[in-house]
């Protein structure tokens, strides 16, 4: 099963990086089953298909569980769970019949929540009709630390081949913990071969290694594209790369002061999905350059 980045909301919350890349997920487990319900009680775990592939089996214990529905003309959406820390927000959603992937409009107590992020189906043999969908930054919480969040969904793109939109009004309200983030040491700017990188942020929270950088002198398409390798990666101490999460780079200007000097100037996001223990080394490589940093990652 790959991972499907959806982009069709402009002007709302779910917005992809200009290019990126995106990693497999695993296309069969054992799937329990969740009872339909529009309460607060849930009586059974989310499935664990779903958490693996939305990026939060590690942090399963901190995924709230939901079981509330919401129906327009005899179509159920059900949000089951949602996850926020500091970098990422995730929602897991049910969906009787199946019908597509959500484009989802997040609001917090600050208003209109505008990030990149992606959307993908849960699937498995016998299986269908949950998607997960993420925004790649953090929601803004209250003094307590819990966001209170408002989900519109007024489309869902039909991911299978023939394509497709589905219309309608779903509305949720919930209250979601935000993970605390912790923040790493960043290295000053440095030169990779003809371009300069400033690392803006570097962050470990309980899901995620959090990563945000502006490289002067790459337009978008010389970090990420066919043939071209990672701009970024991290690796263990084997020098394997670990699972990426979020990869993409794009302008760093709105597009309307985009001109042909400043669009040679990238922002590069990314998130791998937090590892054991240990350290680890994050790699940038491009413009006849390479650079690394440790990486220390505790319990």
């Not at 695993?26 to 309460?39: G, H, I, K």
């Not at 992020?117 to 307590?144: C, E, I, K, M, N």
């Not at 803006?200 to 502006?214: G, K, N, R, S």
């Not at 985009?258 to 040679?264: A, G, I, R, S, V």
């Amino acid at each position: 099963m790959n991972r499907v980045l959806v982009g069709v909301v402009v002007s709302a919350s779910l917005l992809v990086a200009g290019c990126g890349r995106a990693t497999g997920v695993p296309s069969s487990a054992t799937v329990p089953s969740v009872r339909q319900a529009s309460s607060l009680t849930v009586t059974h775990p989310i499935p664990s298909l779903d958490l693996e592939v939305a990026g939060l089996t590690p942090v399963a214990e901190s995924v709230t569980p939901f079981q509330i529905s919401s129906i327009d003309n005899g179509r159920s959406i059900m949000l089951i769970g949602a996850y926020a820390d500091t970098a990422r927000t995730v929602f897991v959603f049910r969906e009787t019949p199946d019908m597509g992937l959500p484009n989802v409009r997040v609001s917090d107590k600050q208003g209109l929540v505008s990030a990149g992020g992606s959307a993908g189906p849960v699937h498995a043999p016998g299986f269908r009709g949950d998607y997960y969908v993420t925004l790649d930054q953090g929601v803004h919480p209250g003094p307590d630390g819990v966001a209170h969040l408002t989900l519109n969904i007024a489309q869902l793109q039909i991911w299978t081949p023939a394509g497709g939109i589905v219309e309608g009004n779903w509305a949720f309200a919930v209250a979601v913990n935000v993970q605390p983030g912790q923040k790493l040491v960043a290295p000053n700017p440095f030169r990779l071969g003809a371009w300069r990188v400033t690392v803006e942020t570097l962050e470990l929270t309980p899901d995620v290694v959090h990563m945000e950088a502006v490289v002067n002198g790459a337009s978008p398409v010389a970090l990420e594209g066919p043939g071209i390798p990672p701009f970024v990666e991290l690796l263990d101490s084997a020098g394997n790369p670990l699972r990426v999460l979020v990869g993409g780079a794009g302008i760093t200007v709105p597009k309307g002061q985009l001109n042909p000097t400043n669009y040679q100037n990238s922002r590069s996001r990314n998130q791998w999905l937090r590892p054991d223990a240990g350290t680890y080394r994050l790699r940038f490589q491009g413009g006849g350059g390479r650079f690394e940093i440790p990486i220390v990652i505790g319990s």
